[in-house]
């Protein structure tokens, strides 16, 4: 599975939107791009997940770009309880196939 | 739908005692996960079963670490014998085929003096 590279942290003022970038220059055709969050003392949850079309869902968006080297997840209007570290993880999307960590980036969100 | 759920929540043993952590994954899911994390290391995964059949056991620490699904709605981690070194939090996930999305339970938090 191909490295992912996020920021260490980020902040966001309540209301407004989170923008959350990762870099994936080493994608392969086959690989999804996926989006997990875990907020504090909880397990991880799924977000989002796309191959080359931007996806929206109730939770988020995802953006990826024409090369799929990066992609971009956005909470439109976060709120206090989006604070968490979230996780970008490249993966082939295979029956049972298992999910990598990193080490996301921690997003604070600010009232 | 009760999602996925672990047993104990918390474990308090002292070393060289055996601990046995629990998990009923979704019903009808074909893939359990078992992951651990600490602050050091992350989240890692440990071991994985598709239809309760062990897929990958490469993140397994060693041979004091064991799991097992002998069914499709129940599966236990084992630690024999345990060490300060095993306190931990640990994930339990599950996930339906042609899904992929993985739903992880609350976790079991082991504390080893």
């Known amino acids: 599975d191909a490295k992912t590279t996020q920021p260490t942290s980020m902040d966001c003022a309540e209301g407004r939107a989170a923008n959350l970038p990762c870099n994936h220059s080493?994608?392969?055709?086959?690989?999804?791009v996926y989006w997990y969050r875990q907020i504090h003392s909880q397990g991880p949850q799924y977000i989002i997940h796309?191959?080359?079309n931007n996806e929206t869902n109730e939770m988020a968006s995802l953006i990826i770009t024409e090369d799929r080297k990066s992609s971009t997840l956005i909470l439109p209007h976060a709120t206090l309880r989006d604070t968490a570290v979230y996780y970008c993880i490249v993966r082939v999307a295979e029956y049972g196939n298992k999910l990598v960590f990193g080490a996301g980036t921690i997003l604070r969100v600010k009232s | 739908d009760a999602g996925v759920i672990q047993s104990p929540r918390h474990e308090v043993t002292e070393m060289g005692q055996e601990v046995t952590l629990r998990c009923k994954p979704i019903?009808?899911?074909?893939?359990l996960f078992w992951y651990r994390q600490t602050m050091m290391r992350g989240l890692e995964l440990l071991i994985y079963f598709n239809n309760n059949v062990p897929i990958d056991d490469s993140g397994m620490p060693e041979d004091r670490f064991s799991a097992k699904m002998p069914n499709a709605s129940f599966s236990t981690l084992k630690i024999q014998p345990s060490e300060p070194r095993d306190s931990a939090v640990y994930f339990c996930a599950s996930s339906l085929a042609r899904e992929y999305e993985q739903y992880f339970g609350p976790g079991t938090r082991l504390t080893v003096t």
């Open positions: 080493t994608i392969s055709g086959n690989e999804y």
């Open positions: 019903s009808g899911h074909n893939s």
């Open positions: 796309g191959l080359k």
